[in-house]
């Protein structure tokens, strides 16, 4: 090892020193120098030990300048494009050489230069420099200010970070500012480009104020660092506490001879197991669950996760039931008095209820209640429950998407939980409740499951008495539940699912059925909540009528009791005003309450003439009446569908098409007639989807009128599949579409023969309402739907 000093340079001060006006450049890596800073450097490089040699056989004087590469070794070569512009002039003190190959150089700084020109890359870098200036005033308040400021806050932030109390003293001995300010933002464990924009900063206020910014930056992250440190050592010493509190507690009642309070719970909880009625596989688990228990600390989150799982099963009916009411003439009253109609779900339960009484352990049924909305399939099973003398349970299952729902998770999830099922059960405290399985039809699947799949278990008579939800994992009997199902429609239901529940499908209602509904339910419903009584509303049967046929178009009575409200609401309001007298609401002031008329009769809004058929079409919310508009126009044969149709109505009308080319000279058209024209079928609302054979017939017949120019009967509604041949086939939904003809006005129907069955199972006073027709071809469907008189 060999040290260099030269004690005449020594005794002198560097900073008086003249600084040449090119000076060699070391680069530093990962750190900045400041003026005032002394500071021993390690250098390892030829050409920055050839620097240092250079500089020691001179003046002593370098530049520190910081380099901007990222990873810089020692090895690795720097050039003038990699160091920044601005250092400090550093005056090398003392030199020593080791034997292994490196210097220890101790520097100090002494001026913040710039450097305005590199002019030398090799064997070391070098660069014109100019000195900046570090002027201040002494007398200026605010830096006073600002120095008083860093010198406390730096004291404060000493104290929580125990800085060496040297730098402190060496703070409070320097009276230059730009010194105190370097000598802080050294300690504050900056980023070297925020330390390199602090040297770069000229103006001492501007410099101090920066230094200030991130000195209280570094006090409020080490003060909250601090603050949560106390907070956890707290935490850990107050659990440590309790721990050795409850060791002291279970030893004094020990001493007592008394039970602590974990034991006196378990004791309760198998109290409480024995009197549950439990399942031998349930009896085993909660068995189980409580020896687990005795060796688990309460303090534990294993605890919490057995306990409850303990108290899901404790709080199941396992044994629980209610007693059903078997008074079928009190049933029957009860079910009539709340809701009207519904005849064929009426006498399917009076069926369950009579084969109950005869046999007590018969499984419960699962009904599938399906018709247009609004028609009562949710409060009927409110009313089956009332009328059974059972509990009842809604499960909304419109939308839902995941098994687990249906199923539970599985204790290993956090927050785990049993499914839908079993909370209901446990909500109704029995086993053996009305389930009402809310639209149904409306089940989701996603990545998460098939949650109809789930309900196969639930809802087969044959398997549910061994029903397995994932969280309990134990076998619990559901045949006692009397599940109920509600859908608006039943092609959305999966076959396997739909094989499982006996559907019982309500109808939409009649106008005459609706009257009597406003009149008997809706009606007084209104007036009771709206503060009113008959003496202050009445309505007759015609103005009820008015309101069904020209505000309402619908197979329900929702919008039906949205407008009944609406008429309560004026009669509320001109009461309030001042007037006593009675309101008679007559069909012609009922507009006075609901405004304009918004449905027309259909049929009569149209301008009838050849090519315009009245069809018949089936909806989830119910029947309606379909036109069908045919033009014909000079062509080449060709065929044009519009109004959104479906693959299957497309092919409705070619098949129509064909069957009147093949048939022409039977029907007594001019075989020569379709290959001159072009026809065009078009079906309004042509922004609803539209799709089916059962429109089959009313495109033959308008095609028909329209080539022929003879035009259809405007008071006749048709629907039917065709085929090529000329039958007439059956389709579905006959039900909703009588009741959309006769709702629109029109009282003669042609019907396949085959559907004549679903006529009859009509209520006789809307088969009395209407004429039938049950054409076998579609010659004899023409001969009923054609205008005989207009074509003579």
Known sequence: MEEHAHQASRQKDPASLPVPDILPIMPLHGFVFFPGMGFPLQIGSTSAMQLVDHAMSGDRMIGLVLCHKKQASVNEEITSKDLHRVGVVGYIHNVTKFDEGYYHVLVSGV????????????????????????????????????????????????????????????????????HIGYLVASQLNLKVEEEQEILEIVEINLMLHRVARELNKRLETVEMSNKLQEDIKKEIDGKQREFFLRQQMEAIRKELGEESDGKAELTELRKKADAAGLSEEAQKAVNKELARLERISPSSPEHSVARNYVDWILDLPWNKTTEDTIDLDKAEQDLNDEHYGLGQVKKRILEFLAVRKLKNDIQGPILCLAGPPGVGKTSLGQSIAKTMGRKFIRMALGGLRDEAEIR????????????????????????????????????GSDFRGDPSSALLEVLDPEQNSTFRDHYLDLEFDLSKVLFIATANMLDTIPGPLRDRMEVVELSSYTEREKVDIARRYLLPKQLQEHALTPDDLEMNDEALLEVIRSYTREA?????????????????????????????VTPEKVHEYLGVVRYYPEVKARNWGPGLATGLAWTPVGGKILFIETSKMKGKGGLSLTGKLG???????????????????????????????????????????????????????????????????????????????????????????????????????????????DVLEMPEKVRAEAVFRYPHTIEEALDYVLDKQAGQ
């Open 408 to 443: 539970g998770h599985r204790r290993t999830y956090i927050g785990a939980l049993p499914g839908r099922i079993i909370q209901s059960l446990k909500r109704a405290d029995s086993k053996n409740p009305v389930v009402l399985l809310d639209e149904i039809d409306k089940l």
């Open 556 to 584: 329900g009575v929702r919008n039906l009791e949205r407008e009944l409200a609406s008429v309560c609401r004026g009669v509320a309001a001109s009461i309030v005003r001042g007037k006593t007298e009675k309101v008679v």
């Open 111 to 178: 001026h913040k230069m710039a450097v305005a020109e590199y002019t030398q890359e090799e064997p070391w870098i070098k660069g014109q420099i100019t000195r900046l200036p570090m002027f201040y005033d002494e007398e200026s308040s605010e830096l006073q200010a600002l120095i008083l400021n860093l010198r406390n806050q730096f004291k404060k932030l000493g104290k929580l970070m125990e800085i060496p109390e040297e730098i402190i003293a060496t703070l409070g001995a320097i009276t230059d500012p730009y």
């Open 647 to 757: 693959d299957v109505m497309k092919e409705s009308a070619a098949a129509a098409l064909t069957y009147l080319r093949s048939h022409a000279s039977a029907l007594s058209l001019d075989e020569d007639v379709f290959s001159q024209i072009d026809l065009h079928v078009h079906v309004p609302e042509g922004a609803t989807p539209k799709d089916g054979p059962s429109a089959g017939v009313a495109m033959v017949s308008a095609l028909y009128s329209v080539i022929s120019g003879k035009p259809l009967r405007r008071d006749v509604a048709m629907t039917g599949e065709i085929t090529l041949r000329g039958d007439v086939l059956p389709v579905g939904g006959i039900n909703e579409k009588v009741l959309a003809a006769l709702r629109a006005g029109i009282k003669e129907l042609v019907l396949p023969p085959q559907n004549e069955n």
